[in-house]
């Protein structure tokens, strides 16, 4: 059963995602102003939902880490996951959207709030991905991450917020539109196919990350995080 | 002191002791403020080097620049003030008396934001003769934006100073956490300086300072709230 999940999540995912790309690049009308280059969406779209839910996943796993006096690696290995396949995806999906911005809008980037908080959004995550590596201890290092993953997390509402203020001096950007059936269908299913997918990559990730949390409880001198050389270096200089 | 307590003393007892003591230590060395003064008006001079002898784009932005300053100054400040306590194990010490984490975290934060007010201070007859800037709406106002904008640094820098003071690379980790954080902060700060330089003739400073005031209310309720589990061993 497992075996099969493992093996068979990914492959149906992929499966999925592809029917949907497919209908949406053959099948589904071009929109009535932006042509083919609408299209994108479905790629583009699906991305950010995904990257969304999966920092979404992140902040849960860190608020629950901290809350309870008894929190098991699990809750960090999923926070660990949940950060470095969500930031992957929000880079895929701020990628795919400068693309679309190029013809649409004129301009690869916008200093509007949500490309400003999703820009953030990515810096934010970064930094925690690099103070993850850059701390030895595992129990340190799931504390002091999931404190880094929740004020990163409050961080974006304020920053979305602050940006638009910011922006309602200049100009405001607003676009009603009316989708046809046939686009929201594609989007369903290219949405649905990139979630399997994002399962599949979050449930490897996560056997990686208990795997390194074994090894790391295990064998603490064997890491390469601890060579000589970097003992030294964090040994408080006390004679 | 001379009398031994039977009890613990409170959080605002220790917290004032702790703020006595890291003042006292900063009032006798004077390391960290001339290190980040220095620091920042180097800064405020980059930055007119970097934009050319234009001196009314200089006067334009000088709100921005001002913060900048203040922020890159900023996080060397607060990497230091956990140093002094990685030396010996002070923190440890500072632990076992036994002090209330959120103590410390409210007289590092404070001893933070005081340092940044001082260097605002100094910062900013500089920045009239750099920068050629006049303050139109009132003394009241700037001192206003400068104790929430030093507030605003010190909530978040504090915790982050915490965390990054342990781990490797820490020069580089805090402002990789601290940069993204505190745009909200800067944004608001950069806009209210302007306004207080240049005149607010739409009445917008009310608007920016609230925002100010909220975000220091979140940073220095959540740091409070989750410094305790930072320091834990």
Redesign the interface.
């Known amino acids: 059963m497992n075996k099969l999940i493992k093996w068979g999540l990914p492959v149906v995912g992929l499966g999925v995602l592809a029917a949907g790309w497919w209908l949406g690049l053959a099948w589904a009308p071009p929109d009535r102003e932006m042509g083919d280059v609408q299209r994108i969406m479905y790629v583009h779209v699906p991305l950010q939902w995904m990257a969304m839910l999966a920092m979404f996943l992140n902040f849960v796993a860190a608020v629950a880490y901290?809350v309870r006096s008894n929190a098991s690696w699990k809750l960090d290995s999923t926070a660990e996951s949940a950060a470095e396949v969500g930031l992957v995806l929000g880079a895929l999906g701020m990628v795919t959207g400068a693309i679309w911005g190029r013809p649409t809008w004129g301009v690869y980037w916008s200093w509007d709030p949500r490309l400003t908080s999703e820009a953030?959004m990515l810096?934010?995550y970064?930094?925690y991905l690099?103070?993850r590596r850059?701390?030895?201890d595992p129990d340190?290092r799931a504390?002091?991450s999931a404190?880094?993953a929740?004020?990163?997390a409050?961080?974006l509402p304020?920053?979305w917020?602050?940006?638009r203020?910011?922006r309602s001096l200049h100009q405001v950007q607003s676009s009603p539109k009316t989708v046809d059936p046939q686009m929201v269908l594609c989007l369903r299913v290219s949405a649905i196919g990139l979630l399997l997918l994002t399962i599949a990559l979050l449930m490897h990730r996560y056997r990686i990350a208990m795997a390194e949390r074994q090894a790391e409880v295990a064998l603490p001198e064997a890491l390469p995080g601890n060579s000589p050389a970097?003992s030294v270096?964090?040994t408080?200089?006390?004679a | 002191m001379s009398t031994s307590r039977p009890r613990p003393i409170g959080l605002i007892g220790a917290t004032l002791a702790l703020l006595r003591k890291d003042l006292l230590i900063e009032w006798r060395t004077r390391a960290r403020l001339n290190a980040i003064v220095f620091f920042a008006l180097a800064t405020l001079l980059m930055f007119s080097f970097a934009l050319g002898p234009d001196t009314r784009l200089l006067e334009k932005n000088a709100g921005g620049y001002f913060w900048l300053a203040i922020l890159f100054a900023s996080v060397l400040a607060m990497g230091e003030s956990f140093r002094v306590e990685?030396?010996?194990?002070c923190l440890d010490g500072i632990r076992l008396a036994p002090a209330d984490p959120r103590a410390i975290y409210l007289s590092k934060a404070l001893g933070n934001a005081l340092l940044l007010i001082a260097l605002g201070i100094v910062l900013l007859p500089v920045m009239v003769a750099l920068y050629g800037v006049k303050v139109v709406t009132g003394f009241v106002d700037l001192g206003t934006v400068l104790l929430l904008g030093s507030l605003a640094l010190s909530a978040?820098g504090t915790?982050?100073a915490a965390?990054?003071s342990?781990?490797?690379?820490r020069d580089?980790?805090l402002p990789?956490?601290l940069?993204?954080?505190v745009?909200?902060a800067l944004?608001?700060l950069a806009?209210a300086t302007s306004l207080v330089l240049q005149g607010d003739p739409m009445n917008q400073l009310g608007?920016w300072l609230g925002?100010l005031l909220?975000?220091n209310l979140?940073?220095w309720g959540?740091g409070f709230v989750?410094f305790p589990?930072?320091i834990?061993d």
């Open positions: 901290l953030i810096v934010t970064t930094g690099v103070l850059f701390v030895e340190k504390t002091w404190v880094v929740i004020l990163g409050i961080n304020i920053v917020f602050s940006v203020w910011w970097a270096r964090d408080p200089k006390v | 990685s030396e010996n194990a978040p915790v982050y965390i990054s342990n781990a490797r690379a580089v980790l990789l956490l940069f993204p954080l745009i909200p944004l608001s806009k608007s925002l909220g975000f979140i940073y959540v989750l589990r930072i834990e």
